[in-house]
């Protein structure tokens, strides 16, 4: 269960499978690899049209075909026993659970059992959907594979079939397999930190899988994760790689055509020695090798498949980064020990876990210790502690084995991180593993700018702002803001705010970061399950093909999201980015989503080829990136975003509009929800800004109500708010005001109505003083500009139609009742004339566009209007009435049309109403009351038509007369709601004179049922009572009641906005009358006759009172946008300072400082802190210990009297600062490194441990007994023999020149022995040359090739005042090292010439050094 992690060899079938960046190999059925997160949701999108059904077709057609088990061919008797006492084969299995072929007699019979050719592959017969029975009713995957299934197949079944998101983290944990007991503090610390890092950065965990031990512990913190978390957050991933050999009940799972689900048992106390699966984990790979009860089988197939994951390469947003891979470790025996020591020397990091038992703490106690001191003598201190039960059985070479193992492992700290429960500053093992990761990343593999920035992009994966803070941006590294772009474009497009707000801190600027590539490529990115993505796809739909002459160009185009947003924000603005001109050429010549960046990144501008002369930014790229975050709903990015905002009351009201429109065709009830709340949000946020504009200045204020924006289509944020119906902002003071001084045009707002009416009674009076005016001169000035200024003021438009409208309902009702003649008199013909002056007047407002919208744009916000809708229905029953009235037989029916003509035209004066503040508001609650009346006719009617079709069919036999069929079951039943009661319902007033028994009479309705000879009625009395009763019980007292409910709910409700939805509508009412001319009808004909001639016969356009729309001057709009910026910081402050003056915030700041006193008064930090102290002051003693013996051989005084350094205990557990320069850290650690590595390159040999202590010749080694090793080199040049026979290897002079061959050594004359030399730096582990050509030194020529760096123009790059010089280096395929080139001397001498130079470009060689072979391959003895 604890498999080495990540080994570098690969087997040629992975490599077949294998991927390079923008490049696919051919898969086969495997298809690409290479998918984004957007790209496999969509995928998962479609496939979620279909039915399980099919899903499951399709992975039982595909698995057998590419996944194979495996099964034994050939029954060969062991000679042990099963559990059950039974005769078993070789491979562990009995004879009943082999094939029949396998028992027959074979053509291997007689041979001893070989895995290889013994066990065959045949399609997989258990996979699907996994139920773990008695456990609830979650759902997991499980596939049953040989152990040569290639790693890419599995990583496309767990991608593409199994519908798992592309990881942007791989931890590996690894340790006991057995049950093992933890504190119970680390055990919840564990538990919580590993779910948090996989959770919070989309990780997927992998284990054994079993039910015990490491993975036990694992599962149990998913568990307790799954209960405590929401639905929202996810599943935690969790894949169990197993031997299916090894797993208790496994036959349950085993169903050739899927298990859907298949249904698992699990069995601890029957499982022997076999394992349960472990049932919270969510994914299961049960790798099998034919055999049974074998352990370790998937650990080979495990490393595989964690290399093969980590070399994939996840793009979001523009950036690419290959997964990186973590080792958490928790207890664990040898076996633990080996998975760590491979994992480190893959490059893997690890995160040791203190206290959790055995090899965890054996490490944990060590690493922070000098290699000089992790010696044999101390491992075994460790080991009698830490393994107790079987440290008698270890024996000396055991031991030797794992102290070098140990060494090597702490040796690379930069690999190697402790978790330590409670101290160096850790709290959570979750911040433990990602800090591992981004040491790991400070390795030979990047360097400057290049490891930041891998690491920086590491953090943006993972979501980790906390990490980025704390780790990468610090006073060790100063970023520049082009630096930051494309990890700024991947996190907007990833949606992780808080990394946003970190950029922007750090110097990243919206106006820099976006341009017109950019913004096109967010837009290609869109979240395709958002609506306004489906809205732009059904535009890009409509779209015409582009003609084969035209060059080609992204599918998304600025102007198509222009298109969509119009449509949201209204008609009413301009198009936000404009439509391209025939001839320009496209900005983007990339396709963007087929670029992937490599591990490194590159910046967004570099992958975009600008045309000459084009403008890459925008107008405002704040809002570009606001109403890219909106559309989305992602609330907290916009937050940020609009926080960096110009025009910010606008921008606020804009995203109201936009959200209130996306709500409108949302069909999900959250998002819907999110975006109605959203859009209150900005609405809030634009009545705050405001307010604080209102209460600096109102008349500024004012301007930026009606000031036009270019930005937001050349609208004003009164017109938005309009539009997005933001009553609350309209309903705003500083509205309101703005409103009442455009109601009173130049005229003072505190002039009482009562003066305004007395003047239009006798206009004189102005000459008087009586008004007052804002404007001095007017105030002072003659009288014919104040007449002119009194007269187009709309309040006085208004009053002057009120008495022009009653003039006009007054006439017309006397021409209805009093004088209307066969000839029309002069009063009706003055009517006729004062309709034609309204009906002039409402084409007037029909024609009028000041914006130039358009007919038809006009033509539909014209009757969207109720009065208006209304002032067309009044006019056109006029002209019917008055056409049936000019024909003389038609002349009655015309006056009944005029009569109802002029009900509809009183009903107009509701909406002269709506400016009376105490009316306005009662009209509103009429409106609101008229819809609920609508709906209860509804109900009324059911009742009202079941009891008079009853009541009529029941009294009345086959009435033929509609009128009396109509008046018997809807008017009757109707008039008995409000107590007139039928006649002979009852019988009582039964009269056969009032009735007509054959309902002849017209008059009179028809005889009930009656007898003929008694003259009773013959009807069930009884029962029309009984239905009577029910009826007004029904309709009376519980409907009505209803009704009078419904009256007393909508007027509660809509008291509450009453005054906001009238102050909302007062608008308009104030705008038709601000541009409405100053006569009132009918002489408003001569100004319609004014307007015909300035409009139609002198073309001048038709202009928008400045009032409602001015455009401001460049250096006036600069100013006040500035100023708005600045109260809108001031708005955000409050906002900060309220939210910390909150109860909930002040408990929880409280809690924070606690919490921060604790970890300052802890003891731990204090002993580091002293710790630190106690350091600082040995290295200061042995200064002063260095210049005192350097001033003594200066001649400086005697050796008397000088204090000797006091010893420095070293500190166990206490980890050094991870660094490259090991030597440096290490003084101790003088022996080489890289020729003692256990694993020999290119082979399978292993070496025998030699620890740091044993390396010397010097020192004793009794077990020491290394193998022998020689490569076979027939193609390379002068080689020594083959083989450990020494007489070969006499006639080699060793010490001097041999022939072609120099074999003397740099550090002198080395010991020969036995006939093989003595490697000079100590012992090995390996005898014989290994992969070396000569015995002895092997010299190679390494030369030093440097340059002057320069820039594009030729010039020296320089870092203050100093040049750069680049020098030429190689990585090792092999070890991954950097190195300078370099060649073997016997190589160059057996070709007998010298290997080419390097050009030297501006630089200039370095002579060549010859050096002692690479001690990595040099065993000698």
Not at 38 to 66: A, D, H, T, Y
Not at 742 to 759: E, F, K, M, Y
Not at 861 to 879: H, P, R, T, V
Not at 1201 to 1220: M, R, T, V
Request: proline share 6%.
């Amino acid at each position: 269960m604890e498999p080495p992690t990540l080994r570098k060899a690969g087997s040629k079938q992975e490599e077949a499978f294998g991927v390079q960046p923008r490049r696919v190999a051919d898969l086969g059925t495997v298809p690409s690899l290479w998918r984004s997160n957007s790209s496999l949701r969509k995928v998962r999108r479609s496939q979620n049209l279909f039915g399980n059904s099919e899903k499951q077709e399709s992975l039982s057609s595909w698995i057998p075909e590419n996944i194979k088990k495996k099964e034994c061919m050939y029954f060969v008797e062991s000679s042990k026993l099963s559990d059950a006492g039974k005769v078993v084969c070789e491979c562990g299995y009995t004879r009943q659970q082999h094939l029949e072929e396998a028992t027959r007699p074979h053509t291997w019979q007689g041979k001893d059992w070989d895995p290889k050719k013994h066990v065959q592959e045949m399609p997989t017969d258990a996979f699907g959907d996994i139920v773990f029975t008695g456990l609830g009713q979650k759902v997991g995957k499980y596939v049953r594979l040989s152990q040569d299934t290639p790693p890419s197949v599995i990583y496309h079944l767990m991608t593409q079939y199994w519908g798992l998101d592309v990881p942007n983290l791989l931890i590996s944990v690894t340790g006991g397999a057995k049950d093992f007991n933890m504190k119970p503090r680390l055990k919840s610390v564990f538990r919580r930190g590993l779910v948090k890092v996989a959770q919070t950065t989309g990780a997927w965990i992998i284990t054994g899988g079993s039910h015990t031990g490491v993975m036990k512990q694992v599962g149990e913190a998913v568990r307790d994760f799954t209960l405590s978390s929401s639905h929202n957050e996810g599943e935690v991933v969790t894949v169990g790689v197993a031997t299916w050999g090894t797993v208790h009940n496994r036959e349950d799972l085993i169903h050739p055509s899927g298990g859907f689900p298949a249904e698992y048992v699990m069995d601890e106390e029957g499982q022997g020695h076999l394992t349960c699966l472990d049932s919270n984990h969510s994914h299961f790979i049960l790798v099998d090798d034919g055999t049974h009860g074998r352990y370790g089988v998937e650990i080979p197939l495990r490393t595989r498949l964690e290399k093969f994951i980590s070399e994939q390469t996840k793009e979001r947003g523009g950036v690419a980064i290959k997964i990186p891979i973590v080792c958490v470790v928790l207890e664990g025996g040898p076996g633990t020990l080996h998975t760590i020591y491979n994992a480190i020397t893959n490059g893997t990091p690890c995160v040791v876990v203190e206290g959790s038992g055995r090899v965890a703490d054996v490490i944990a106690q060590v690493a922070g210790l000098p290699i000089s001191e992790v010696t044999i003598s101390r491992i075994q201190q460790k080991l009698s502690v830490f393994f107790q039960e079987v440290f008698e059985t270890l024996t000396e070479s055991r031991i030797a084995e794992w102290t070098k193992k140990i060494q090597d492992i702490v040796r690379r700290r930069q690999l190697l991180t402790i978790f330590r429960e409670g101290k160096d500053g850790q709290q959570d093992v979750d911040v433990a593993i990602l800090q591992a990761l981004l040491k790991a990343s400070r390795s030979h593999d990047h360097f400057g700018h290049e490891n930041w920035d891998h690491q920086l992009k590491l953090a943006v994966a993972w979501n980790r702002v906390d990490i980025a803070r704390s780790e990468i941006f610090t006073d060790e590294r100063q970023w520049k803001p082009s630096e930051l772009h494309p990890v700024m474009t991947a996190a907007l497009i990833s949606n992780k705010p808080e990394f946003v707000k970190l950029f922007l801190e750090n110097g990243v600027r919206l106006k820099e970061l976006v341009t017109w590539d950019t913004l096109l490529y967010l837009y290609q990115n869109l979240d395709p399950s958002c609506l306004f993505h489906s809205k732009l796809q059904k535009v890009l739909a409509d779209e015409p093909e582009r003609p084969v002459c035209v060059p080609p160009a992204p599918r998304v185009q600025m102007h198509h999201v222009a298109q969509v947003l119009r449509e949201l924000l209204g008609d009413f603005t301009q198009p936000l980015y404009p439509r391209p001109r025939t001839g320009d050429r496209p900005r983007l010549l990339l396709p963007v989503p087929n670029i992937k960046l490599n591990v490194q990144g590159v910046s967004l501008r570099s992958l975009y080829k600008r045309s000459p002369g084009h403008v890459a930014f925008t107008m405002d790229p704040v809002r570009d990136l606001l109403i890219w975050a909106i559309i989305q709903n992602r609330r907290e990015l916009a937050e940020i975003i609009w926080a960096q905002s110009q025009d910010c009351i606008a921008a606020a009201l804009a995203c109201s509009k936009i959200l209130k429109e996306l709500s409108k065709e949302e069909e999900d009830t959250d998002s819907l929800e999110e975006m109605l709340a959203l859009a209150d949000e900005y609405e809030h946020r634009a009545i705050g800004v405001f307010t604080e504009c209102h209460r600096k200045d109102e008349d500024r204020a004012q301007k930026l109500l009606t000031r036009v924006s270019e930005a937001w289509g050349k609208t004003t944020c009164l017109q938005l708010a309009l539009e997005a119906k933001d009553m609350k902002f309209v309903s705003h003071g500083g509205v309101q005001a703005f409103l009442t001084k455009v109601w009173w045009g130049q005229l003072c707002v505190d002039n009482g109505l009562w003066r305004v009416i007395v003047c239009m009674l006798a206009f004189p009076l102005l000459y008087t003083g009586l008004i007052s005016f804002r404007e001095r001169r007017l105030q002072a000035g003659p009288g014919l500009p104040r007449v002119r200024a009194f007269f187009n003021a709309p309040v006085v438009i208004f009053h002057l139609n009120i008495l022009s409208y009653f003039a006009f309902l007054c006439l017309f009702a006397y021409v209805l009742m009093v004088d209307f003649q066969p000839t029309p008199s002069c009063c009706e013909y003055l009517i006729y004339f004062w309709l034609f002056s309204l009906v002039c007047e409402e084409l007037r407002q029909l024609f009028y566009d000041p914006d130039e919208f358009g007919l038809m744009k006009m033509a539909l916000l014209y009757f969207s209007d109720f009065w208006n809708k209304l002032d067309i229905g009044a006019i056109l029953l006029f002209i019917a009435g008055l056409t049936c009235r000019l024909i003389p037989a038609l002349l009655y029916p015309g006056r009944i049309i005029l009569s109802l003509d002029f009900i509809m035209f009183c009903l107009r004066l509701m909406h002269i109403f709506t400016i009376s503040k105490t009316l306005g508001p009662k009209i509103i609650i009429v409106k609101r009351m008229m819809k609920d009346v609508f709906f209860f006719l509804f109900l009324l009617a059911v009742w009202v038509v079941s009891f008079g079709v009853a009541k009529q069919a029941i009294l009345i036999h086959n009435e033929s007369r509609v009128d009396w069929i109509f008046r018997g079951v809807v008017y009757q039943s109707y008039l008995t709601i409000f107590g007139q009661m039928p006649a002979y319902i009852d019988g009582v007033n039964f009269s056969l004179d009032q009735c007509s028994p054959n309902g002849t009479d017209p008059y009179k309705p028809k005889c009930p049922e009656s007898d003929a000879v008694r003259h009773e009625p013959a009807f069930p009395e009884w029962l029309t009572v009984i239905l009577l009763c029910l009826y007004l019980l029904f309709t009376n007292i519980l409907l009505l009641n209803l009704l009078i409910a419904m009256f007393n709910y909508t007027f509660q409700q809509v008291q509450e906005h009453t005054d906001q939805i009238w102050k909302f509508q007062r608008h308009d009412l104030i705008e038709e009358y601000q541009g409405r001319p100053p006569a009132p009808p009918p002489f408003i004909l001569l100004s319609h006759l004014h307007l015909f001639i300035k409009r139609v016969v002198l073309k001048i356009p038709a202009r928008r009172r400045k009032q409602l729309k001015s455009k401001l001057e460049k250096n006036e709009e600069a100013a006040l946008l500035s100023w708005e910026i600045y109260l809108k910081e001031s708005y955000l402050q409050n906002q900060q300072y309220q939210q910390k003056q909150r109860p909930e915030q002040k408990i929880q700041d409280i809690g924070n400082k606690v919490s921060t006193m604790v970890d300052l008064l802890e003891m731990e930090s204090l002993k580091q802190r002293l710790a630190s102290l106690e350091e600082q002051v040995a290295q200061t003693s042995r200064a002063l210990h260095w210049v005192m013996k350097a001033l003594r051989d200066g001649g400086f005084g005697s050796e008397e009297g000088i204090p000797a350094p006091a010893p420095q205990k070293a500190s166990e557990g206490q980890d050094l600062e991870p660094d490259g320069r090991q030597e440096e850290e290490d003084v101790g650690d003088t022996h080489h490194v890289n020729a003692r590595h256990l694993l020999y390159p290119n082979s399978h040999v292993t070496r025998f441990p030699v620890p740091n202590e044993k390396v010397p010749w010097e020192t004793a080694f009794l077990v020491y007994d290394p193998p022998f090793y020689t490569d076979d080199r027939k193609d390379r040049g002068l080689v020594d023999p083959v083989g450990n026979a020494l007489e070969p290897l006499s006639g080699i002079s060793y010490n001097a020149v041999d022939g072609p061959i120099d074999r003397r050594s740099f550090h002198g004359v080395y010991v020969v022995q036995d006939g093989l030399p003595l490697n000079p730096m100590g012992r090995t582990g390996l005898r014989g040359r290994g992969s070396l050509g000569c015995f002895g030194p092997n010299h190679t020529l390494q030369p030093v090739i440097t340059r002057w760096r320069r820039n594009q123009d030729g010039a020296i790059c320089r870092k203050s005042i100093k040049k750069m010089l680049e020098v030429l280096v190689v990585k090792h395929s092999l070890s991954e090292h950097w190195a300078l080139p370099g060649v073997s001397r016997a190589s160059c001498l057996s070709r007998a010439s010298v290997p080419p130079s390097i050009p030297p470009n501006d630089g200039t060689p370095a002579p060549t050094v010859p050096a002692l072979g690479s001690s990595g391959l040099c065993p000698w003895c």
